[in-house]
């Protein structure tokens, strides 16, 4: 345990132990460093996201252990970690036996995690049948109930921005508070990704954890599956006649920063995190020398259909239909101010973040 | 860009060059703002201010040349030019020049290229949201308090004031931001209302459907406002009591405050304008 004037073994200076530190009846302050190292259980390794996250965890040194888990093999990045800082685990996470068995690993039975991020969301809406839905759902039922009984003091799930409602009477900057798409006809997926966001939230009184679900705005970076992504690297990104929402994307880059924020200080709750720049949607393909065609609105899902079938494209239109036609902004002045506004913290331990 | 350019003096390029559009990181502002889109609603908003309909406007020493501010009055014509040439006079006669930020219907923001261009001139769909962001950022933002239906009054109800809305009391108080009252006439004389066909309007979702003496039967060009001259006066700033958030009681008092205000700038207005027709002003 560090004290205010003398700083750790990692040089960290800003722990505010004790009653300073704490907030109204709640335990201590968000934005406040967590004390101690961290063992970490990262669902979904395989994400892009989650490479970069873990390649940036590692060069911390108050990261005691990562496992990571996904289906299928380690990805070829993460081949060389270190063996004794890095597990990586092969695991169905929709089976409740699976998910408490690497609780239950030799190496963290006695030294348990405190931290779960669940990066481990199909949203890829090429091929979702009921198996995905079923994994998407019970995987964060089973992550969560784990992660509860094995006193894991933060739990982090990574949700989207299709979960807000869009169309013509859109704020020009969204909060958390904003209305939500529960329209029943929306793709499954987005039903899934709120069930999965309602059981966390469900959950966010748990005094012994916090539990976030970071919303993030489009993704960009090479080989990531968000929707604004793929229609980025479309061949070439189909637009809707007449139309030029308003976004503020982020990268694959500054979300891991943002979530090693969110590991590594307190604070619980629903956040958007997005991109300090907000344009049309069409400035951001001309900033990339990204040449869209446009198409009458009611052909664009047909348009869409065809290219997917010539190969042409990922980016599914059906998917968050109003996307290409009515602006959604993030508006993540609360990360801001609880995480982001912190950064010189977490810079303390870990050297190569950048405030 | 270049085609409008006639439509304005070089001294009024000048001062859309010097509007100071606040970049959040690809050339616009947070709410889609563009200087290009400005200049091109400027140019024909300008062009209609100065020669079609002939804008007589006073008391523009009341619009605050910095900081948040409600600027409401009366709405009319059918059409809403009358808000259009609101927005051009503020930003002609203010220096530096003020940029009117309307609260538009949602409708418009599902049309294809119309709805783009609106956000790009700086208007926005009316959400309680963007009404606070406007506030915070410190524009001037126009509200007609009568809503969208008012520009379908009858000619029979000529420069009768429907209820107002008490939204615009309610965020002035929350932003202790003025509000400033203007009266316009004119508007009401561009169109004669014979009709509202409300179920049409139903099934078409708009606020209203008119029959004037021109629309439907020259069909869309039916619609084009006759060249009545306008007269736009503005009041002195009302600040509101802020314990209209917290009683109904005073809110309404506060809205009746407002209303009788704008209903003294439309007297005032017409009275400027028999002054005129008689060659007396």
């Known amino acids: ?355 | 860009m270049q085609l409008f350019r006639p439509l304005l003096p070089a001294r009024e390029w000048t001062r859309i060059e010097k509007y100071v559009v606040s970049d959040a990181g690809m050339g616009t502002d947070v709410f889609g703002t563009t200087p290009e889109a400005l200049g091109l609603g400027y140019a024909l908003g300008y062009w209609l201010h100065r020669h079609y309909f002939r804008v007589v406007s006073e008391g523009h020493e009341h619009i605050p040349a910095t900081g948040a501010a409600v600027i409401a009055g009366n709405h009319s014509g059918v059409l809403p030019f009358d808000a259009v040439m609101l927005g051009t006079d503020v930003f002609r006669n203010t220096e530096p020049p003020r940029l009117v930020r309307y609260m538009v219907d949602y409708f418009v923001f599902r049309l294809p290229f119309l709805g783009t261009l609106f956000r790009r001139m700086g208007q926005m769909p009316g959400t309680r949201r963007n009404f606070d962001g406007a506030m915070e950022e410190g524009h001037v933002v126009g509200v007609f308090p009568e809503g969208a239906a008012a520009l379908g009054k009858p000619a029979n109800r000529r420069y009768e004031l429907h209820d107002f809305n008490p939204g615009h009391v309610e965020l002035a108080a929350r932003h202790r931001a003025p509000v400033i009252p203007f009266g316009l006439v004119g508007a009401e004389e561009q169109q004669t209302m014979l009709a509202d066909l409300r179920p049409l309007a139903r099934a078409l979702r708009l606020p209203y459907f008119p029959v004037t003496t021109t629309f439907p039967w020259l069909g869309p060009l039916g619609l084009l406002p006759k060249p009545s001259r306008y007269f736009i006066r503005y009041g002195a700033p009302l600040w509101i009591d802020p314990e209209a958030l917290r009683s109904v009681e005073v809110r309404r008092r506060e809205v009746e405050r407002v209303r009788d205000a704008v209903a003294e700038q439309i007297r005032l207005g017409q009275e400027t304008r028999k002054d005129y027709h008689e060659g007396r002003a």
């Open chain 1, 1 to 355: 345990m560090s004290t205010p004037d003398a700083p750790d073994r990692s040089g960290r200076a800003d722990v505010v132990p004790g009653a300073a530190a704490e907030s109204p009846g709640n335990g201590p302050a968000p934005g406040t460093l967590r004390e101690g190292s961290r063992r970490i259980f990262i669902a979904g390794a395989r994400r892009r996201v989650a490479v970069h996250l873990i390649e940036r965890m590692l060069a911390t040194p108050d990261v005691e252990v990562i496992l990571a888990v996904d289906r299928g093999a380690c990805p070829p990045a993460l081949l060389g970690c270190d063996p004794e800082r890095f597990v990586y685990a092969s695991a169905d996470l929709s089976r409740r036996r699976q998910v408490d068995n690497l609780f239950l690993l030799d190496r963290f039975r006695d030294q348990p995690f405190d931290t779960v991020l669940h990066l481990a969301f199909v949203g890829n809406p090429h091929g979702y049948d009921f198996a995905s839905h079923e994994f998407n759902v019970n995987a964060a039922q089973h992550l969560l109930d784990a992660s509860l009984r094995h006193e894991v003091t933060k739990y982090i799930f990574l949700s989207s921005d299709a979960v807000y409602r869009i169309g013509p009477r859109g704020d020009y900057k969204v909060r958390e508070d904003a209305e939500l798409n529960l329209d029943p006809k929306a793709h499954p997926i987005l039903r899934d990704t709120l069930d999965a966001e309602f059981i966390c939230r469900a959950k966010m009184d748990f005094p012994g954890c916090e539990v976030m679900v970071i919303r993030p705005s489009g993704v960009f970076g090479g080989g990531v599956i968000s929707g604004m992504n793929l229609l980025f690297e479309s061949n070439p990104p189909i637009l809707p006649v007449g139309f030029d929402p308003m976004i503020n994307p982020t990268t694959k880059e500054q979300l891991a920063h943002d979530l090693l924020l969110a590991t590594f200080l307190r604070g619980k709750g629903v956040y958007n995190v997005a991109g300090k720049t907000v344009g049309p949607l069409s400035k951001f393909l001309e900033e990339r020398g990204i040449r869209p065609r446009r198409v009458p609105g009611p052909a664009l899902q047909a348009v869409n259909r065809m290219q997917r079938m010539l190969g042409l494209t990922r980016y599914h239109a059906g998917f968050h239909p109003k996307r290409l036609y009515y602006s959604l902004v993030l508006d993540d002045a609360k990360f801001e101010r609880v995480f982001r506004a912190h950064a010189d913290k977490v810079a303390a331990v870990a050297k190569h973040l950048e405030v």
